[in-house]
């Protein structure tokens, strides 16, 4: 099921949405093309939240 996060691009801090569908099991994060600074950014599948962002 897909399902839609946000999270902030870490290069301009602009809210950046994104739509995370259905991945392999075996993979625990998934690159997306950033929209606001055209770079991939890792995001955790589980919880929506960038490689390396603290929880909060």
């Known amino acids: ?3 839609h ?3 902030k691009c870490p290069q301009t ?3 950046v949405q994104h739509r995370l569908g259905d991945e ?3 993979r625990t994060h998934v690159s997306v093309s ?3 600074c055209t770079r991939l ?3 955790d ?3 929506g939240k960038l490689l390396g962002e603290r929880r909060g």
């Open 24 to 26: 392999p099991a075996d």
């Open 34 to 36: 950033c929209p606001a």
């Open 45 to 47: 599948r589980a919880s």
């Open 1 to 3: 099921m897909d399902r």
């Open 41 to 43: 950014h890792l995001i």
């Open 13 to 15: 801090g602009m809210n």
């Open 5 to 7: 996060i946000v999270f």
